[in-house]
């Protein structure tokens, strides 16, 4: 008989637990109907034959997604109750897809251009608002889910997730599938107006929420104590270098990911119908793999979700590279070794930083590891570019090498927080 003391879990973890699955859940599905690599390029494609309007929505996204963070962290920093303010970011996002629905509707065959202006302002918005969301988010979820409990969160939440993901996928193909019953812009004005009604049922899940008190101990009395405070943090704490360096290295292997279809196709020869068997494919090795990265997250700690999520980089990008013309049906691997290290990344690296980090610095640590991530964010195009020099095989093994090294650097630097006391992001 186990003489192991009972966990202590904090007051609502049950609720809370349930009510941030509905949330992530249908956050999740909302996102996959209004995809920045599907349905909105699809839809700009409509309104205006201009590729750079595509090429905006991406850029907004990125710059969105992580300016707006550390001043977000000074925001929070001040607040007793920090749900409302994502209470609010999420409503914004739900109203904006019911009136782009409409307007689209309305607007999409007479006035494409009041439309594409609409469409680029609210995505603009929203995007800038979701970045300072996940601080927020990050910082409740970590006051509400102890870290023993946090990889069967999120493991859960992506795993049920990318499950109601593939069928908004497939919602998609049958909308856009069907233009004599679905014309323009009646199809695109159904698949935004079903974002929004997911997103309404992930507002509802938040709602539900019972936010944990927040610490007392302001870290940013003064706005203009953000940065200082932010590089005072990255000097302080060797474990929150040698995650950025980790972290970094994958996502320059990642950069390359983008560029596995366009070989399958040019190079070895592939099908255009084939894609969307791989992304079926790379949704069941996200879904798939979560158990994993839940398992390895609750009993092993986070440091041994990094360090797997590099390893299974790296055996993307080796496969991708070594895969012959001939022995096309093995490229499939890839993009279950894709999806899951793309889940890893969402397990791991959201849920080390929050047990580096104390409850009053959380959101500072939180909006720094993303801060300073910005200029990998951009190797994509660096990887675009460099194709005219170098062969698709040639960069894969570049990236599958890169990948190496952050395996090692994740098994050999990168200290577990759970059971090293100095592993800390604080002051």
Same mark, same amino acid.
Request: with cysteine; proline share 6%; charged share 10%.
């Given at each position: 008989?186990?003489?192991?003391?009972?966990?202590?879990?904090?007051?609502?973890?049950?609720?809370?637990?349930?009510?941030?699955?509905?949330?992530?859940?249908?956050?999740?599905?909302?996102?996959?109907?209004?995809?920045?690599?599907?349905?909105?390029?699809?839809?700009?494609?409509?309104?205006?034959?201009?590729?750079?309007?595509?090429?905006?929505?991406?850029?907004?996204?990125?710059?969105?997604?992580?300016?707006?963070?550390?001043?977000?962290?000074?925001?929070?920093?001040?607040?007793?109750?920090?749900?409302?303010?994502?209470?609010?970011?999420?409503?914004?996002?739900?109203?904006?897809?019911?009136?782009?629905?409409?307007?689209?509707?309305?607007?999409?065959?007479?006035?494409?251009?009041?439309?594409?202006?609409?469409?680029?302002?609210?995505?603009?918005?929203?995007?800038?608002?979701?970045?300072?969301?996940?601080?927020?988010?990050?910082?409740?979820?970590?006051?509400?889910?102890?870290?023993?409990?946090?990889?069967?969160?999120?493991?859960?939440?992506?795993?049920?997730?990318?499950?109601?993901?593939? @069928?908004? =996928?497939?919602?998609?193909?049958?909308?856009?599938?069907? +233009? /004599? !019953?679905?014309?323009? #812009?009646?199809?695109? $004005? %159904?698949?935004?107006?079903?974002?929004?009604?997911?997103?309404?049922?992930? @507002?509802? =899940?938040?709602?539900?929420?019972?936010?944990?008190?927040? +610490? /007392? !101990?302001?870290?940013? #009395?003064?706005?203009? $104590? %953000?940065?200082?405070?932010?590089?005072?943090?990255?000097?302080?704490?060797?474990?929150?270098?040698?995650?950025?360096?980790?972290?970094?290295?994958?996502?320059?292997?990642?950069?390359?990911?983008?560029?596995?279809?366009?070989?399958?196709?040019?190079?070895?020869?592939?099908?255009?119908?084939?894609?969307?068997?791989?992304?079926?494919?790379?949704?069941?090795?996200?879904?798939?793999?979560?158990?994993?990265?839940?398992?390895?997250?609750?009993?092993?700690?986070?440091?041994?979700?990094?360090?797997?999520?590099?390893?299974?980089?790296?055996?993307?990008?080796?496969?991708?590279?070594?895969?012959?013309?001939?022995?096309?049906?093995?490229?499939?691997?890839?993009?279950?070794?894709?999806?899951?290290?793309?889940?890893?990344?969402?397990?791991?690296?959201?849920?080390?930083?929050?047990?580096?980090?104390?409850?009053?610095?959380?959101?500072?640590?939180?909006?720094?590891?993303?801060?300073?991530?910005?200029?990998?964010?951009?190797?994509?195009?660096?990887?675009?570019?460099?194709?005219?020099?170098?062969?698709?095989?040639?960069?894969?093994?570049?990236?599958?090498?890169?990948?190496?090294?952050?395996?090692?650097?994740?098994?050999?630097?990168?200290?577990?927080?759970?059971?090293?006391?100095?592993?800390?992001?604080?002051?």
């Amino acid at each position: 008989m186990s003489s192991r003391p009972a966990e202590q879990l904090p007051p609502h973890y049950r609720r809370n637990f349930t009510a941030g699955l509905i949330h992530g859940v249908f956050f999740q599905a909302s996102a996959a109907l209004s995809s920045i690599h599907t349905v909105f390029p699809s839809l700009v494609a409509a309104l205006t034959p201009a590729a750079s309007a595509v090429g905006l929505m991406a850029t907004l996204q990125s710059i969105g997604q992580v300016i707006p963070q550390l001043y977000t962290a000074y925001i929070v920093d001040g607040m007793k109750r920090r749900k409302p303010l994502l209470l609010g970011i999420i409503t914004f996002r739900f109203l904006s897809f019911g009136l782009l629905a409409w307007l689209v509707y309305e607007y999409g065959l007479t006035n494409p251009t009041l439309v594409l202006v609409a469409l680029l302002t609210l995505f603009g918005a929203f995007s800038f608002l979701g970045g300072m969301g996940s601080v927020v988010y990050a910082d409740i979820f970590a006051r509400a889910i102890p870290a023993r409990r946090r990889g069967r969160f999120s493991g859960s939440k992506q795993l049920l997730g990318y499950a109601l993901a593939v @069928l908004a =996928g497939y919602f998609v193909k049958w909308v856009l599938g069907n +233009p /004599e !019953r679905f014309p323009f #812009p009646t199809n695109f $004005a %159904i698949i935004l107006g079903a974002s929004a009604v997911t997103l309404s049922i992930a @507002l509802t =899940g938040f709602a539900m929420i019972k936010e944990p008190p927040t +610490p /007392e !101990r302001r870290v940013l #009395p003064q706005r203009n $104590a %953000i940065w200082s405070t932010a590089v005072m943090l990255f000097k302080s704490s060797r474990s929150l270098q040698w995650l950025l360096v980790v972290q970094s290295l994958i996502m320059l292997t990642m950069a390359v990911a983008p560029f596995f279809v366009v070989h399958a196709k040019q190079d070895l020869g592939i099908p255009l119908g084939t894609v969307g068997i791989y992304l079926s494919l790379q949704m069941a090795g996200a879904a798939v793999s979560n158990i994993l990265w839940a398992w390895l997250s609750d009993h092993h700690g986070n440091r041994s979700v990094v360090a797997g999520t590099a390893f299974v980089t790296m055996l993307a990008a080796g496969l991708a590279w070594l895969t012959p013309a001939s022995l096309g049906w093995l490229y499939g691997g890839v993009f279950i070794l894709l999806g899951s290290a793309i889940s890893g990344s969402s397990v791991g690296f959201a849920n080390i930083i929050l047990e580096m980090a104390d409850e009053p610095t959380r959101p500072v640590c939180v909006a720094l590891r993303n801060t300073a991530l910005l200029p990998i964010a951009f190797a994509p195009l660096v990887v675009g570019f460099l194709a005219r020099w170098f062969s698709y095989p040639a960069m894969f093994a570049i990236a599958a090498g890169i990948s190496l090294l952050a395996f090692i650097l994740g098994v050999w630097k990168l200290p577990e927080p759970r059971h090293n006391p100095d592993a800390v992001c604080s002051l």
